[in-house]
């Protein structure tokens, strides 16, 4: 168990707003195994209520903290073994709160290759440097003459000025203090300026928004950052940190200007001005000197990681919240199911799964061209949907979607006895599972393109069962994950996977191998060996059962328990996600109310009789025992919401249908920091701005809207050509009068913001410059598909399908 320090936990809590003693109890759970689903929902007295999302919060603080902690140690050590070790130094070090801070701390005692400031001090030239400083009423060049010596590599006075003009350029670039200070000014006064190269307008066309474009850094979007970087990393865009928020002067060199304010910090702080004394020249110009060739250097290396850094946690964020809606999109349930993956020349295969998701008929149609099968494919159809008493059909939004999409209308229209419902499902990650090692073994028996009618079916049946089997960055509903931290991505996405599979339960008896491992406490292993003592010995008749599952001991048990239903067993509680520690609470108020648990289980009236206060005991405080009648009056309670769909209307098929004015309803298929994507029926997601979508002022679009929302919609504008349509969520909105020159790009001019500093503000073609492949989807093949995506549909294919993303990276 690794020791925390105090300081920590303290920090943390003062972060979180929560007394020290909480953040204390939860770290001690973290460090004995215990997983932050467990601690949330399990160990409300233990952390006096924290819930998962401060858990989580401090569970990356923690880390952050810890990898301080280490670093500083090792620096400690460091300097000590240097014998250069202060008091003070010492105080310093241990008082760094970031990891910057530190580094700056250190920077004078690292580690490095021979500089010229190292080779002039060897050469004997520091007294040469700190006697111009320290008196600048010497002349320079007649003070160096005392320290040349050609044995030394000091050949003449002007080697030796230069000598101590490195010594004080590292002294002054190595001041902590003083980085820190000019970091923050450069910080809050500096921007971001871009600049085509000469040359790329044309290759680079995708990032014509940026080709003269300036912006303050604190006032970047996530994803704006993101684009000029990769602009920069494809050779078509130059940036440029400048320090002032101030345009070049006409004709000055592609470099930015040296404010004197950061100059004057410099010679401030080192006792530097020019009073007419024979040294104060020489040494301003070394403040110059060190500015422009030292610490502008180090300050823009620093900025622009605090920049990405700053955008890869925000499009983190973005690419988990999608995540989690999408996985908590609502279940159709345990409806025999029709899953048609679309194709024109290699056909439309077809999937039936049962109740359970069983794959009981499989087949292959051709009604589209060159086959043009349209009667004989409607007939299989409607054979195999009587034949497995099919409720609902799920079409997968790849090529040929809105083809297929009509041949199931006709379907339903020919055949309303058999009362179908027809339903556009997200591919997104499809092919992903399709291919895989999993995949392999579930569906042994079956073709790969097959398999992907079957992932479709199961989608819709319970989309948080069926995306657990892929990994969280193929199913794309980011921005730019391509370009962000590996490790900080998937830690972030593995974390909500977790928290929405714990949130929801799991039953033990009909989940696969992969939903299982998302289970508090189960791993890969466990899940497998879950799976395979399943199918040796049938069903599990009660949690306990679990304990004979091999290497399923007692810790992982108690992770792992509460979270895991089992239906129809022995103990009316398995089904429930009342912890089995806590059964003999539950045992207690049934005696209380006079009867059986079974009898108790849904009796609201009884149920809200009972005072919590009442079975309160030295394990179970009143938060748990509360939990516990909720629990009771709905046992085993899905959180996701009920299940629906969109009316598209009818007559509305292409983006040439679409007049302003029109009210329609639609599916918001992905959210980003702009605003949002929505589903109107046509072959391209219409896009309403950040500024369109409430009349008040909106921060953050996911406070309006979520990906899988049903909404009504306005058009404001279409511009056919581009394929980019503009919408509100305002329904008062007045309609562009001429929609040619739409596309709802008078949404993204920034105002009066000045030319050079606008770029899209509405995010469209910025978010183009991302491209349809980063995000994941189907693969190579997604991004030549024609359908449009339903709820929860990858970035991708958003920015595809809303005319925002260069024809050239599909």
Not at 98 to 107: C, G
Not at 122 to 150: K, N, Q, R, S
Request: hydrophobic letters at 40%; proline letters at 6%; one cysteine or more.
């Amino acid at each position: 168990m690794t020791t925390t320090p105090a300081s920590i936990e303290g920090r943390i809590a003062e972060e979180l707003g929560v007394r020290e003693r909480q953040v204390k109890a939860a770290v001690d759970l973290l460090d004995g195994g215990s997983t932050v689903p467990f601690i949330a929902r399990y160990r409300k007295e233990a952390t006096e209520m924290l819930d998962d999302a401060q858990l989580r919060t401090l569970e990356e603080r923690l880390r952050y903290l810890r990898e301080l902690e280490e670093r500083r140690s090792a620096v400690l050590e460091s300097v000590r073994e240097q014998g250069k070790l202060t008091d003070e130094l010492e105080a310093r070090i241990r008082e760094a709160d970031t990891k910057a801070r530190l580094e700056d701390i250190y920077l004078p005692f690292k580690p490095k290759r021979r500089t010229k400031a190292q080779i002039a001090r060897e050469a004997g030239l520091e007294p040469l440097a700190d006697g111009l400083l320290g008196d600048p009423t010497v002349e320079p060049a007649a003070a160096a003459a005392a320290f040349v010596d050609a044995g030394k590599g000091v050949a003449d006075p002007q080697a030796a000025l230069d000598g101590a003009r490195a010594i004080l350029t590292e002294r002054f670039s190595e001041d902590a203090d003083l980085i820190g200070e000019l970091r923050e000014r450069m910080w809050v006064r500096g921007r971001l300026a871009a600049k085509v190269r000469e040359g790329k307008e044309e290759a680079g066309a995708k990032f014509a928004d940026y080709f003269d474009f300036a912006e303050p850094f604190t006032e970047l979007p996530s994803h704006r950052v993101l684009a000029l970087l990769r602009g920069e990393k494809e050779d078509v865009l130059d940036l440029v940190l400048e320090p002032e928020e101030q345009p070049a002067a006409p004709g000055a060199p592609a470099v930015p200007a040296v404010p004197s304010s950061y100059e004057s910090s410099i010679a401030r702080r080192f006792g530097v001005a020019d009073r007419g004394r024979p040294a104060d020249k020489w040494l301003g110009d070394t403040v110059r000197w060190a500015w422009r060739t030292r610490i502008l250097v180090h300050l823009g290396i620093d900025l622009r990681l605090r920049l990405r850094t700053a955008a890869e946690d925000e499009a983190v964020r973005v690419f988990a919240a999608n995540l989690r809606d999408l996985l908590l999109a609502a279940p159709a349930g345990t409806r025999a199911t029709l899953g048609l993956d679309p194709g024109f020349r290699t056909g439309v295969k077809v999937a039936v799964v049962d109740a359970t998701g069983k794959v009981v008929a499989t087949d292959t149609v051709h009604p589209h061209v060159p086959a043009n099968k349209w009667d004989q494919s409607l007939a299989t159809l409607a054979r195999l949907a009587e034949q497995h008493h099919v409720d609902l059909i799920a079409i997968g939004n790849g090529t040929a979607s809105r083809e297929t999409d009509k041949l199931a209308a006709d379907l339903i229209a020919r055949h309303p006895e058999l009362k179908l419902t027809k339903v556009m499902v997200s591919e997104a990650g499809a092919s992903v599972y399709s291919a895989s090692a999993f995949a392999s073994q579930e569906l042994p028996d079956l073709d790969v393109s097959l398999r992907g009618a079957v992932s479709i079916a199961r989608r819709l049946q319970d989309p948080l069962a069926e995306l657990v089997k892929i990994d969280p960055k193929s199913i794309g509903v980011g921005q730019y994950q391509h370009d962000l931290s590996e490790v900080k991505l998937s830690r972030s996405l593995d974390a909500v996977v977790e928290d929405c599979v714990n949130g929801v339960g799991v039953d033990v008896n009909t989940a696969s191998a992969p939903l299982l491992a998302r289970v508090s406490g189960i791993g890969s292993g466990l899940a497998e060996n879950i799976v395979a003592h399943r199918d040796a010995n049938g069903p599990f008749k009660s949690r306990k059962g679990l304990k004979d599952v091999p290497r399923l001991g007692p810790k992982a048990y108690e992770q792992c328990a509460g979270f895991l239903r089992i239906r129809g067993g022995d103990d009316p509680l398995d089904a429930s996600s009342v912890h089995p520690e806590a059964y003999p609470v539950v045992r207690r108020m049934a005696g209380t109310a006079g009867g059986d648990v079974g009898a108790l289980i849904g009796d609201t009236a009884t149920l809200r009789s009972l005072k919590a206060a009442d079975f309160v005991d030295d394990l179970f405080g009143l938060p748990t025992v509360t939990d516990i009648l909720k629990e009771l009056e709905k046992p085993g309670r899905d959180p996701r919401p009920a299940f629906k769909t969109a009316v598209f209307k009818d007559g509305v098929e292409k983006i040439s249908d679409l007049a302003p004015g029109m009210v329609l309803e639609g599916v918001v298929t992905n959210v980003a920091a702009f605003g949002a994507f929505v589903d109107v029926g046509v072959h391209q997601d219409g896009l309403v701005h950040v500024s369109a979508m409430s009349k008040t002022f909106v921060k953050d679009p996911r406070d309006v809207v979520k990906p899988g929302d049903i909404v009504k919609v306005k058009v404001l504008d279409v511009d056919v050509p581009r394929k980019r349509i503009s919408l509100t969520l305002r329904l008062d909105d007045e309609a562009a009068r001429d929609s040619a020159g739409g596309g709802g790009r008078k949404e993204r001019g920034g105002g009066g913001r000045p030319p050079q500093q606008r770029g899209a503000r509405g995010g469209g073609r910025e978010q183009g410059a991302g491209g349809g492949r980063d995000q994941g989807g189907r693969g190579g093949g997604r991004s030549q598909r024609q359908g449009p995506p339903p709820a929860n549909d990858a970035m991708a294919e958003a920015l595809r399908r809303a005319g925002l993303v260069d024809p050239g990276r599909r």
